[in-house]
């Protein structure tokens, strides 16, 4: 095989490879939003429920001792699959941008194609700026994983809030300490969320 059949077999390779990586992103991104859509339409009906036995000082203990570890299991596991999908998904756009940087080096000459995907600073910078963000950690609470983090924590916090009522702690205190739970929560989803993306913002 000569240098230019090697040429065109690469590129060849590279173009579906780069269709193969789109179509994982788009999978990643459909799963995530299923996902979250799952956990909040189960924390919609649980609601829902509630208010159906509210009036019922019998029964909201029982439903509540039954619903909510319900929720906060299914919430860190959809997290959890959540946080993976973020992490398939970067890689997916950083392998992306090697081939458009590929393609930039050999294939655009002297026009500006592609040139987004070559940059001084690295890959990583290039993938974020492809997506249009810098790289900040900011920009992790926009993803999907911090929504359902934020509602893991408040699911945390209401329930510490209620165990702290039963156990007949006054009401100011119980909210106080659910609050508190509540904010730890989400930190400790937030680290972890940011030591698992591999985008390594500043």
Do not use: K
Request: net charge neutral; hydrophobic share 50%.
């Amino acid at each position: 095989m000569d240098d230019g059949e090697r040429e065109r077999a690469l590129l060849t390779a590279l173009t579906t490879e780069h269709f193969v990586l789109q179509t994982s992103r788009s999978a990643t991104v459909t799963e995530s939003v299923g996902r979250a859509t799952v956990f909040l339409s189960m924390l919609s009906a649980a609601l829902i429920g509630l208010g159906f036995v509210a009036s019922n000082a019998t029964l909201v203990r029982p439903y509540l001792g039954a619903v909510l570890p319900t929720l906060l299991i299914t919430g860190l596991l959809t997290f959890l699959r959540l946080v993976q999908n973020m992490v398939e998904n970067e890689l997916d756009l950083a392998r992306i941008q090697r081939i458009r940087a590929y393609y930039h080096r050999r294939l655009a000459g002297e026009h500006d194609f592609f040139a987004d995907a070559v940059q001084e600073e690295g890959i990583m910078r290039a993938t974020w700026a492809a997506v249009g963000n810098a790289p900040r950690r900011a920009q992790l609470l926009l993803t999907t994983a911090a929504m359902v983090g934020a509602v893991n924590a408040l699911l945390v916090g209401l329930a510490a809030t209620l165990l702290a009522r039963l156990a007949g702690v006054s009401a100011g205190l119980a909210i106080g300490v659910g609050t508190v739970l509540a904010l730890l929560a989400f930190i400790a989803q937030f680290g972890y969320l940011d030591r698992q993306s591999i985008s390594q913002p500043g």
